[in-house]
């Protein structure tokens, strides 16, 4: 991809002025030098029968996974008609923003997009020791049968219901998982080969002291991980691949699994808080991730648990 990076287009802004679908608020999944990935969930019940605007020209891929059944829908592409096909749930369709594409949605939708500028995922590529891309193969008639995607497109949709709770390690795992998938699926390689990275070395008993005491701060999720990489001294993607050879898990599973042990001093001493409760404290988006979560480091449902304790 090449053209002319555009700061000032707001393409969730540009989505509630064309569609009437349940606002959420939008995720910015991980900042990337001023280029955030952002994730949108758009339910649209009553879309406009009219000719959408064209999304200005952006440097920019909107990869948009179909939580439903999609009806078809018209699709112009740099003024060029096209007719596309029914969408099944779970198929996913990468657009090219730089081509300025214009829709007509005639029945309701349901999707999840994740907005991706090229600056954001070419410093995921260096990170990541991938070729950097110029284009990507895109189907935009049928679009693409991509399980990957549409498993991360299902796992997104509860941070997104509770935005302003979403755990940024988790939703930082998820952005850079499927930036990743995208780019090596998806990417035409501009030539140059990609770096190997190097076996990541443990981190240092001071490092791993501080991003413990750091993560522990934060049950909730409420910190990213260019911040504990910063604090230190390591690059996010080196810190990860470190803190994960380090104590076997990646950051935001480590943190998962501590919110679950104070989860389960919580019903100790408290044995008749309700779970959603516990959940609050604990920073689980929702009780099924919570119960989720519990019953895969402790092995029962809390409910089971507490009784048996």
């Known amino acids: 991809m090449s053209g002319t990076e555009r700061d000032d287009v707001d393409f969730d802004r540009w989505m509630h002025s064309k569609f009437s679908f349940e606002?959420?608020?939008?995720?910015?999944?991980?900042?990337?030098?001023?280029?955030?990935?952002?994730?949108?969930e758009m339910h649209c019940r009553s879309p406009d029968p009219e000719k959408s605007s064209p999304i200005p020209s952006e440097d920019s891929l909107l990869v948009t996974i179909h939580v439903s059944n999609s009806p078809t829908y018209d699709l112009w592409i740099a003024n060029d008609f096209l007719k596309t096909n029914p969408l099944a749930a779970g198929t996913t369709v990468l657009y090219d923003l730089r081509s300025e594409p214009s829709v007509r949605v005639l029945e309701a939708f349901h999707h999840v997009s994740f907005h991706m500028p090229k600056s954001a995922l070419n410093q995921i590529a260096e990170r990541e020791g991938l070729a950097t891309v110029d284009e990507f193969r895109l189907s935009l008639l049928d679009g693409h049968q991509d399980r990957v995607l549409a498993t991360l497109g299902k796992t997104i949709l509860p941070s997104l219901k509770r935005a302003e709770h979403a755990n940024r390690l988790f939703t930082d795992h998820l952005t850079m998982a499927t930036a990743s998938h995208v780019l090596r699926t998806y990417g035409v390689s501009s030539g140059r080969s990609p770096t190997r990275m190097a076996e990541p070395k443990p981190l240092s008993p001071w490092q791993k002291a501080m991003a413990c005491e750091m993560l522990r701060a934060h049950l909730d999720g409420g910190i990213s991980l260019d911040d504990i990489a910063a604090q230190c001294g390591l690059p996010a993607l080196e810190f990860a691949r470190s803190f994960r050879k380090t104590t076997g898990m990646p950051p935001w599973r480590w943190l998962e699994a501590c919110a679950v042990g104070t989860s389960r001093d919580i019903l100790l001493v408290r044995p008749f808080i309700p779970l959603d409760q516990v959940r609050d404290i604990v920073g689980f988006v929702d009780i099924p991730h919570f119960v989720s979560a519990f019953s895969r480091h402790v092995g029962v449902h809390p409910e089971i648990w507490r009784v048996q304790h």
């Open 23 to 40: 606002p959420r608020q939008p995720l910015v999944m991980r900042q990337l030098d001023k280029a955030p990935i952002t994730v949108t």
